[in-house]
């Protein structure tokens, strides 16, 4: 089975603070994802990666940015948090731009 | 219009019910197809992909019409535990052109 593993499942952070999320898969797929999910609005794409080193905005980029050093670690970074940065963070992995994507358990971000 | 539409719902249903959810996407060039279940404050999981012939996985059935450009997923014999939301996942052409639904809500009650 795909295993996503993300490093927090709660975090709390104050506003301007830099915040990492962290996403490791075990499944040598080459694409990797980060979303946020608030009521309402579903799955809304932040970013993805499609190699090493390589990055593409998604839907909703700003204030975000990505690294991804390594194959299997994909990180999410909030420049400077701010309360509409409150949300639910998912990353999620898969082989192909075709095939299902997997999640990791989420984590749930509190900006105060 | 939405890329990919669904029925919010909630559907409340009895046990032992059969319930049809139904999602339509805009992309006349969208590859593969997905539902996904996702339980209150858990991540999205894959349930089962969607084949142009049709498939089923138990009490699940799920159709794909191309030519109108819907999917639909059949719950029979619903149980308490199938009370979720669920997602309609269409991947579109070229690249990683995602498109999750909004989903759709069940109330499976005793």
């Known amino acids: 089975d795909v295993k996503v593993t993300q490093s927090s499942r709660y975090l709390v952070k104050r506003t301007g603070e830099k915040v990492f999320l962290e996403c490791v898969q075990d499944m040598d797929h080459e694409n990797m994802f980060w979303y946020r999910q608030d009521p309402g609005l579903g799955l809304r794409l932040i970013y993805f990666s499609y190699d090493v080193k390589m990055k593409e905005k998604g839907d909703i980029p700003e204030g975000y940015s990505v690294s991804r050093e390594k194959k299997e670690r994909f990180s999410l970074i909030l420049e400077s948090a701010s309360t509409n940065q409150t949300s639910m963070y998912l990353c999620?992995?898969?082989?192909?731009?075709?095939?299902?994507?997997?999640f990791g358990d989420g984590t749930r971000l509190s900006i105060l | 219009r939405k890329e990919v539409e669904q029925d919010p719902g909630p559907f409340n249903v009895p046990e032992g019910a059969t319930v049809a959810f139904n999602c339509t996407y805009s992309n006349s060039a969208s590859q593969s197809f997905f539902w996904y279940r996702q339980d209150c404050r858990k991540e999205p999981k894959l349930l089962m992909s969607v084949y142009s012939s049709g498939n089923e996985d138990g009490r699940f059935t799920a159709q794909l019409n191309r030519a109108s450009q819907y999917i639909s997923l059949l719950i029979r014999d619903s149980k308490l535990s199938d009370s979720a939301t669920y997602l309609c996942?269409?991947?579109?052409?070229?690249?990683?052109?995602?498109?999750f639904g909004a989903g759709t809500r069940l109330f499976v009650k005793a």
């Open positions: 999620a992995s898969t082989a192909t731009g075709t095939q299902p994507q997997h």
């Open positions: 996942v269409v991947n579109g052409t070229g690249g990683f052109k995602t498109i």
